[in-house]
């Protein structure tokens, strides 16, 4: 069931770059923050690291969840956060989890590569480009 709270949510996945030798420890301090910080903001989800990269899943009410990831694209913990998917939604996939730490296994590393390869466009690329086009013609024609 869709929960009120939930009404209106976005997801944000985006993949980073750890700093140079950070390790377990600098891990655990990160979600000792997001443990305390993210309850009151309805922020869930979860945060994979391991081969260098950061991946994490941001999910909640939209200005919550902007908020921190330009909070947290200004950590120097890491660098380079690229988004690679951001969606509306109803349903939390972490329902529950204010955020959980994993260290990505193999298998999961290469498909955290291969959404970062292949950025997904969180419309329909078509209908994207379409409207696009109606705009930069108005702007075309404009006096
Ligand atoms: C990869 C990464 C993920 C982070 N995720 C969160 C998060 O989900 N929530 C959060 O509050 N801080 C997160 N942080 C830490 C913030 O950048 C910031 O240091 C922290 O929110 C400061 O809060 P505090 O001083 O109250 O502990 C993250 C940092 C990094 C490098």
Known sequence: MVSPMNAHIIRLLYISDAAEGLDEEAVTAILKSAEKNNPPLGITGVLVFGGGVFAQVLEG???????????????????????????????RLFEGVSMAALQALPLELAQIAELDAHRKETVPPEDFKNLMNVFFSRLQALP
């Open 61 to 91: 009410p939209e200005r919550g969840v902007l908020g921190k990831y330009v909070q947290v694209m200004g950590d120097s913990r890491h660098r380079n956060c690229r988004i690679v998917h951001i969606t509306t939604t109803v349903e």
